[in-house]
Nanobody
Framework: QVQLVDSGGELVQAGGSRRLSCANSGRIFSGYALAWFRQAPGKDRELVASISRAGGTRNYAASVKGRFAISRNNAANKVPLQMNNLEPEDTAVYYC????????????????????WGQGTQVTVSS
């Protein structure tokens, strides 16, 4: 079983950086595709970034491309999200997600694709 724990959210000034972490306390997730989603008040949960099981393919939302970077550390069972040049529009609760994947090179973009979720961590960007 995969058990995800999100951490790293905080109040940050616009233009600043923050690194979120997602740790898996259950079964190792080398067999899983991973992603970060976010949900702002009154809005749907949206994809921020995703990474394939093998780590060679990454996909980003247009709004964060060039500012955010997803990676994975299978040995440590962690999936960090580095966020740079933060904007007030990035304010949201951020969730990591995992999906068991047979294909090592595919990323998944839809909330319904994912089987396991972290509890969420709040990121607030002040202007």
């Amino acid at each position: 079983q995969v058990q995800l724990v999100d951490s790293g959210g905080e109040l940050v000034q616009a233009g600043g950086s923050r690194r979120l972490s997602c740790a898996n306390s259950g079964r190792i997730f080398s067999g899983y595709a991973l992603a970060w989603f976010r949900q702002a008040p009154g809005k749907d949960r949206e994809l921020v970034a995703s990474i394939s099981r093998a780590g060679g393919t990454r996909n980003y939302a247009a709004s964060v491309k060039g500012r955010f970077a997803i990676s994975r550390n299978n040995a440590a069972n962690k999936v960090p999200l580095q966020m740079n040049n933060l904007e007030p529009e990035d304010t949201a609760v951020y969730y990591c997600a995992a999906k068991y994947a047979l294909d090592p090179g595919t990323t998944y973009s839809h909330r319904e694709d994912y089987d396991f979720w972290g509890q969420g961590t709040q990121v607030t960007v002040s202007s």
